[in-house]
Structures are given as C-alpha cells and as structure tokens.
C-alpha cells in the first residue's frame, strides 16, 4: 500500500489489524444482518483507544497526527466501516472544540467520551442537509442560558452519544452567518432521541434523529463566537472528510484483496480466471483507483499538517475515494460473479457500505461545487 510508514505507525498499523481481525471480524455478518448496535464491540475498541485517536493525549487521547490516524482509520474500515464511522464521529465532533473550544468544553468532551463513549456531530436536519442556511434549529439566549430547539436529523451516534456538538441559529436573519456551535451533554432535559435509521449499510453504526424540546444549557457552553458556527462547521467537515476518505478506502481496499483472492482460486475454461486478461485488467483497475485516492488523501493530509489549507484537497480526496469504493467493490461483485451478489461472500456488503460515502459529509455533488468555486473563484 501506498504509504511510507515509520517503524511507530507500522507497529500501531499491525495492532490495529490484528485487533479488528480477532476482536471485530467474526460478528460483522450478524450485526450486519441484525442491524443492531454491538456496543460490546464498541467496548473493546475503547479499550484499545480507537475512540479517540486524535484528542490531545492532555485530555487523555492518543495523541496521533492526522496521517497516523486515517492509517488506522483505514485498517478498521477495512474490516467494518461502521464500526470506523461510530468511532470517527468523536474526532469530529472534537475538530469543532479543537478549532475554538475553551479549555473546560474540551475537559467536559473529555470527560464524557474517554472512559468509553460516543459524541454526535449534530448539523444536518430534514430540509437542512447540503443547504446549512435553512437550519431551523434555535438557540436563544436568556439570561446566563441558551434555549436551543429544533430537531436533527441523519446524525451518526445520535441516540449513543454521551455529548452533542449542536448547530442552531442565534439570528435567523443572517443565513449560515447567524448559526452557532454548543456543546450539550446527553442529560439535559428536553433532549431525546427520535426515529432510528435502519439503513441500507454502515449497519454497526448508530443513525438517529436526535430532538431539542427548550433545552437549556449554560451560556458557557456556547464554542467560540455567536454567528461562527457554520464557519467551524466546514472547517471540521475538512477534517472529517479525510476521515471519511480513509473509511472508503478502506473498503475498496478489502474488496479487491476479496476479488483478487477469489480469481486465484475459481477455475473456469481449465485454469484460474486470474489467467484471463480481461479479469486481471478490471483488477488492475481497482488498484489504481484505489492508490489515487490514497495518495489524494495523503497530499491533504501533508498540507493540514503544514497549515495549509486544504479544504479543496479534502473534498478531492472524500470524492476521489467514495466513488473509487463505490466503483471497486462493484467490480468486485462482477469478479466474483454470482456469488458476489449472494451474502455468502462479504463484497454485496461492500457495496452497501461504499455508497454512503457519496452521500455524507457532503454529497460529492457539494464537493463538486467546493473545487469548483476555487477554481474559478466563486
């Protein structure tokens, strides 16, 4: 694969494989068949740390650069992408408090999440999905409190989270600049869970709709600035889109080694049909598209770590990465002939799996319209 690990991220690399070999890859078919949330699984993750990778070892994370964690980050999609997603929700709703939290919001992150929890990213709602300035969702400041009501929808550990990131408008006069960030822990009156997603993929992971009936928070909890929340928000989203391309790579990644695998031992016309150059080009295929994504991925995450932006690069990379997976593990499902289409075979569920990458953290559509604006300055 296409990276240059030190002897540290090997090592990581290997452990987080031989962990999700062992611990993870034996139940994925039935809690896929079951759609039902594996938080035992999820248990063995934490203690392992994969729920927090990136949070600053100072409030008890892992401590990783950004490429370290979307190496790992692939190794656990390619067993179970779901199970990545959960996972990679809490670095994205940390990003946001990275970006402009205060030392206490980030202790109280830390609080909840560390000894073993989830948090939600809680921005997209029905009629507020790539439109963030139809967000209806309010917060209203009174006194030393904020009353926030609304209700989110599509929002990845919404009815597992110990602790939300959540969008509201302060001033429903300015667009995405009157949309605010706060933190509001799972306790709080008024905040409940919705209807559960029971989706077409990604079934490990936790899908709700999560609602705010006039539920108050201390004006503390505000992050950073009123009016700055949308602003956070795509900022984090860059990060998170990385990460999302790490997870679709991760499943093209398992789907060609299923499909190069299998072509090696199916025997048609009296020899493997790897022999075959029709089969052995669509393999070849795969692999590029794959190691283009990777090293998409690679660029934008060099250019986060020198300070550069990226935010072009990202949606490159989450585009690039989300139809390479959609479009290997397809191919796979065609190697593999009709066993690929029956659930016997794990490329059908790769598949299923790919194609919520095209759809989250912004369609690839939206990523589409964010290259290019910067290319003609718009």
Same mark, same amino acid.
């Given at each position: 694969?296409?990276?240059?690990?030190?002897?540290?991220?090997?090592?990581?690399?290997?452990?987080?494989?031989?962990?999700?070999?062992?611990?993870?890859? !034996?139940?994925?078919?039935?809690?896929?068949?079951?759609?039902?949330?594996?938080?035992?699984?999820? =248990?063995?993750?934490?203690?392992?740390?994969?729920?927090?990778?990136?949070?600053?070892?100072?409030?008890?994370?892992?401590?990783?650069?950004?490429?370290?964690?979307?190496?790992?980050?692939?190794?656990?999609?390619?067993?179970?992408?779901?199970?990545?997603?959960?996972?990679?929700?809490?670095?994205?709703?940390?990003?946001?408090?990275?970006?402009?939290?205060?030392?206490?919001?980030?202790?109280?992150?830390?609080?909840?999440?560390?000894?073993?929890?989830?948090?939600?990213? &809680?921005?997209?709602?029905?009629?507020?999905?790539?439109?963030?300035?139809?967000?209806?969702?309010?917060?209203?400041? =009174?006194?030393? =409190?904020?009353?926030?009501?609304?209700?989110?929808?599509?929002?990845?550990?919404?009815?597992?989270?110990?602790?939300?990131?959540?969008?509201?408008?302060?001033?429903?006069?300015?667009?995405?600049?009157?949309?605010?960030?706060?933190?509001?822990?799972?306790?709080?009156?008024?905040?409940?869970?919705?209807?559960?997603?029971?989706?077409?993929?990604?079934?490990?992971?936790?899908?709700?709709?999560?609602?705010?009936?006039?539920?108050?928070?201390?004006?503390?909890?505000?992050?950073?600035? =009123?009016?700055?929340?949308?602003?956070?928000?795509?900022?984090?989203?860059?990060?998170?889109?990385?990460?999302?391309?790490?997870?679709?790579?991760?499943?093209?990644?398992?789907?060609?080694?299923?499909?190069?695998?299998?072509?090696?031992?199916?025997?048609?016309?009296?020899?493997?049909?790897?022999?075959?150059?029709?089969?052995?080009?669509?393999?070849?295929?795969?692999?590029?598209?794959?190691?283009?994504?990777?090293?998409?991925?690679?660029?934008?995450?060099?250019?986060?770590?020198?300070?550069?932006?990226?935010?072009?690069? &990202?949606?490159?990379?989450?585009?690039?990465?989300?139809?390479?997976?959609?479009?290997?593990?397809?191919?796979?499902?065609?190697?593999?002939?009709?066993?690929?289409?029956?659930?016997?075979? !794990?490329?059908?569920?790769?598949?299923?799996?790919?194609?919520?990458?095209?759809?989250?953290?912004?369609?690839?559509?939206?990523?589409?319209?964010?290259?290019?604006?910067?290319?003609?300055?718009?």
């Amino acid at each position: 694969m296409g990276y240059i690990l030190s002897q540290d991220q090997k090592e990581l690399q290997q452990s987080v494989k031989k962990f999700m070999e062992k611990e993870i890859k !034996p139940y994925v078919s039935e809690v896929d068949e079951s759609g039902r949330f594996p938080l035992e699984l999820y =248990e063995k993750a934490f203690e392992m740390g994969l729920h927090c990778l990136g949070i600053p070892e100072e409030y008890g994370g892992g401590g990783l650069d950004l490429l370290t964690e979307l190496i790992l980050v692939e190794e656990i999609s390619k067993v179970d992408a779901g199970i990545a997603d959960s996972l990679g929700g809490n670095a994205l709703a940390f990003q946001v408090l990275n970006l402009a939290g205060t030392d206490s919001q980030k202790k109280l992150f830390a609080e909840r999440v560390i000894p073993g929890g989830f948090a939600a990213f &809680a921005l997209t709602e029905a009629n507020a999905g790539s439109d963030s300035a139809a967000t209806r969702t309010a917060a209203t400041r =009174e006194g030393d =409190e904020y009353v926030i009501t609304g209700t989110k929808c599509f929002i990845t550990n919404g009815g597992v989270a110990n602790i939300y990131i959540v969008f509201a408008k302060t001033d429903k006069e300015k667009g995405t600049k009157g949309i605010s960030a706060f933190l509001v822990e799972r306790e709080r009156p008024g905040l409940s869970v919705g209807k559960e997603e029971n989706k077409m993929g990604i079934r490990a992971s936790n899908t709700c709709e999560v609602v705010f009936d006039h539920v108050r928070i201390p004006a503390d909890h505000l992050i950073g600035t =009123e009016g700055s929340g949308f602003k956070y928000a795509m900022q984090a989203l860059d990060a998170g889109r990385l990460a999302v391309s790490a997870m679709a790579i991760g499943i093209a990644q398992h789907a060609l080694e299923e499909a190069a695998a299998y072509a090696k031992t199916r025997v048609t016309f009296g020899q493997p049909i790897s022999k075959f150059q029709a089969i052995q080009f669509m393999l070849a295929d795969m692999d590029m598209k794959i190691e283009s994504a990777r090293q998409m991925m690679v660029h934008a995450a060099t250019l986060a770590a020198e300070g550069i932006s990226y935010t072009r690069e &990202a949606a490159m990379a989450k585009c690039i990465s989300s139809d390479a997976a959609v479009d290997v593990a397809t191919d796979a499902i065609q190697v593999l002939g009709g066993y690929g289409y029956s659930r016997e075979y !794990p490329v059908e569920k790769l598949l299923r799996d790919a194609k919520i990458f095209q759809i989250f953290e912004g369609t690839n559509q939206i990523q589409r319209v964010i290259i290019s604006g910067r290319l003609l300055g718009s």
